[in-house]
């Protein structure tokens, strides 16, 4: 503080009024890329969607009888619900969703097919480890053929949310902070370059 006092008392009003300007913006950005690490970290905590049989989006020759889910944490048996509806909305699970005796993170409920072509999965859970709940939803369809206009298949996707991209979260943060701190020095050297007047020859008057 007593640094930037020194700058603007050797610089021009105007000058010193752009170099507040942009820091007051550096500390902002660097609220919200902090905000944003917080943010990433509880998303991280919930019992996310990880895989299930059927897998979303897949084509089916005939309707499941069952329909398994695995998560990223432990599940709580309150607050957990799958429900399974066809595409005239009616529900076909039957039962209710239970946790695998197994694998707590796991959990699965029956279904009885009505002859639709295609199926919404919608879930809800609480994690047992943090208590946070965590809700989604998948489609799977259904045909004899095998194929079906009714879903995209997507590529299989890791388990892991750091490995999901070439980049992780933390790095790609502090890539941006060192552009904001090179942008304000850039800033801050430019305008002082303006500020500073020409230094007269002894040959000029």
Known sequence: ???????????????????RGVLSLVGIAIAMLLSLVVTVGVADAHAA?????PA????LKTAPTTITITFAQNLNPQGLSIVIYGNKGDVVSTGTA??????????SVTMKGDGSDIYR???????????????????FAVDPSGTSDKVTPVAATSTKASTSSGVSVLIAILIGLAGLVVGAGATYLGTRARATPPVKSQGQR
């Open 121 to 139: 999965v919608d879930w809800n859970n609480v994690s047992a480890e943090d208590g946070d709940p965590t809700l989604g939803a998948f489609v």
């Open 56 to 59: 979303a989006n897949t084509v």
């Open 1 to 19: 503080m007593h640094r930037f006092r020194f700058v603007c008392r050797v610089l021009p009003p105007r000058a010193c009024a752009r170099i």
């Open 98 to 107: 239970q946790i695998s005796s197994t694998d707590p993170k796991t959990a």
């Open 49 to 53: 969607y990880v895989s299930s049989n």
